[in-house]
C-alpha cells in the first residue's frame, strides 16, 4: 500500500497560494514590461514620416501649409488618445495660426496618416500679414499627448524655427513723374518684389493708388507669372483722377491668382 | 495473546539546512539581488545623469531601498525554519511595499533632452499600481505564516523542508 502524502495544513495552504500569486503577478508584470519596451523601442525606430508638404494661397485671406505625417506603430500595444497641437508664432511671439489633430487610436502593426492643413490668416493689418511681404523666422511649436500600452501616459513638446520666404518680399510700388496729356494726367507705376516663398505666383495684381485722405486716385492691373525665387519688375501707366495728388499718399495691392485673391499690406508711396 | 507492538518512531519529518549553509546560500542570493535591485537602476540612472537629463528618482533613494530590500529578503530566507520568518517576511513586503509608494509619488517623469527644446513627460503611476500588488500580497503572505507560527509551531517545516 503506497503511504498518501500529507496534506498541508489550511494556513500553509492559504499562505502559499498568496505567495504564488505574487510571483504570477510580478511574472506576468516583468513580461508585460518586457513587451512594452521591445513595443516602444519599435515605435521610436519607425519615426513619424512627414511628406508631401507644401505652402500656397488658400481661400479666405490665408496662406496654407498642407501636407501629411505618417506615423507607424508596429509594436503589439495599441497607442491611444494621439492628439497633436501645431502652433506658428512669429519671431516676436504673436500668435499666427494653429493646428489641432485627434484624438485617434493608432493600433498595433499600423500605420496611420494624419492629413496636415494649416492655415494662416493675412488679412490686412492681420497679425500674419507681414508673411506676404517679410522673410522671417517662424517659431513653430508641436505638442503631442497619447497613451502607449494602455498604462503610459506620454507627452511631447517641441519647439523648431523655420525660415520663411515671403512671396511679395520687398515689395515696392514707385510712381514716376506724371505727365498730363489731352486732359488726363498719368503717372508711371513700377512695382517690384522678389518671390522668396516656395511656389510660383500666376495672376494678377490689382494696384489701387491712394491720395493722402485715402483718397483713390487710379488703379491698375499688373499680369503675373512668378517662379519661385523669381524677381519682378514692371512698369505700367496709370490713370490719376483729376487734381487727385500722391503725395504722402499709398498704394493698396491685391493679388488674384489660384482661385484666390489676397490683399497685400498698405504701402506707402515714396 | 501478545499485545500489537507498538508503531516504530516516525523519522524526522523534515530536514532542515543548518544555519552556516543557510547563511552561505542567503549570501550567494544576495549578490544577483543587488545587482537587480541596486547595481542596474542606479547604472541606468548614472547613465542619464551623465548625459544631463534629470532622475524620476534619486540615487540615493533606489540605493537605500534596493539594499534595505535585499538585506530583508536574505534575512528571510536565513531565518526562515524560525518563527522570525513571518514577521521577516512582512517587514521585507512592507519595505518593498514603502518604497513603489515612494516612487508612486513621483510617477510622473519629465525629461529635457540637452541642446534640444524638446521635453517628454512619461507616467507611470497605473504601472506602480499594478507593482503595488506583489508586495500587498506577500505581505498578507507574510502575515498568514505569522499566525501559522503562534498557532501551530512548526507546523509548516515538514512542508518548507521535505525530508
Known amino acids: ?270 | 495473546m501478545t499485545p500489537p507492538a507498538a508503531p516504530p518512531p516516525d523519522p524526522a519529518p523534515y530536514s532542515i539546512p543548518s544555519l552556516g549553509y543557510r547563511i552561505l546560500a542567503g549570501g550567494a542570493r544576495l549578490v544577483p539581488l543587488l545587482v537587480g535591485l541596486v547595481g542596474l537602476p542606479v547604472a541606468a540612472l548614472t547613465l542619464l545623469q551623465s548625459h544631463g537629463i534629470s532622475l524620476p528618482v534619486s540615487i540615493v533613494t533606489v540605493t537605500v531601498a534596493g539594499v534595505a530590500i535585499s538585506v530583508l529578503s536574505t534575512v528571510r530566507y536565513i531565518v526562515r525554519p524560525t518563527r522570525a520568518y513571518g514577521p521577516v517576511s512582512v517587514a521585507t513586503s512592507g519595505v518593498t511595499l514603502a518604497y513603489v509608494l515612494v516612487l508612486l509619488t513621483q510617477s510622473t517623469y519629465r525629461i529635457s533632452v540637452p541642446g534640444s527644446t524638446v521635453s517628454i513627460a512619461l507616467g507611470y503611476a497605473r504601472l506602480l499600481d499594478l507593482i503595488l500588488l506583489v508586495p500587498a500580497l506577500a505581505l498578507v503572505a507574510g502575515l498568514v505564516t505569522t499566525v501559522e507560527d503562534i498557532v501551530a509551531p512548526r507546523e509548516r517545516l515538514p512542508f518548507d523542508y521535505p525530508p
Request: glycine content about 10%.
Open chain 1, 1 to 270: 500500500m503506497v503511504p498518501r502524502a500529507r496534506k498541508p495544513p489550511g494556513l500553509y495552504r492559504l499562505a502559499r497560494w498568496f505567495r504564488r500569486l505574487s510571483l504570477v503577478v510580478l511574472i506576468v508584470l516583468i513580461l508585460f514590461l518586457a513587451s512594452v519596451g521591445y513595443s516602444a523601442v519599435e515605435l521610436v525606430k519607425s519615426s513619424p514620416q512627414s511628406g508631401g508638404y507644401s505652402a500656397g494661397f488658400g481661400a479666405n485671406d490665408t496662406v496654407a501649409v498642407t501636407g501629411s505625417l505618417s506615423l507607424s506603430n508596429p509594436g503589439f500595444y495599441p497607442v491611444s488618445g494621439f492628439s497633436l497641437n501645431l502652433r506658428i508664432q512669429n519671431a516676436s511671439g504673436t500668435l499666427l495660426g494653429n493646428l489641432a489633430e485627434g484624438p485617434e487610436t493608432l493600433p498595433a502593426h499600423t500605420t496611420t496618416v494624419f492629413p496636415i492643413a494649416l492655415y494662416l490668416p493675412i488679412t490686412p493689418n492681420g497679425p500674419a500679414a507681414s508673411l506676404l511681404t517679410t522673410d522671417q523666422n517662424l517659431v513653430l511649436g508641436v505638442w503631442g499627448n497619447a497613451t502607449f500600452a494602455y498604462l503610459f501616459p506620454v507627452s511631447l513638446h517641441f519647439d523648431e524655427n523655420k525660415s520663411w520666404g515671403a512671396p511679395f518680399a520687398e515689395f515696392l510700388v514707385q510712381p514716376g513723374s506724371p505727365t498730363t496729356a489731352n486732359g488726363t494726367t498719368t503717372v508711371p507705376v513700377t512695382v517690384s518684389f522678389s518671390n522668396h516663398a516656395s511656389f510660383a505666383e500666376v495672376g494678377m495684381l490689382e494696384v489701387v493708388l491712394l491720395s493722402s485722405d485715402g483718397t483713390a486716385c487710379g488703379a491698375g492691373g499688373f499680369s503675373l507669372n512668378v517662379l519661385p525665387s523669381g524677381f519682378y519688375y514692371q512698369t505700367q501707366a496709370i490713370d490719376l483722377a483729376s487734381g487727385c495728388s500722391l503725395q504722402d499718399g499709398s498704394a493698396e495691392a491685391a493679388y488674384t491668382g489660384s482661385g484666390a485673391t489676397i490683399p497685400l499690406p498698405p504701402e506707402a508711396l515714396p
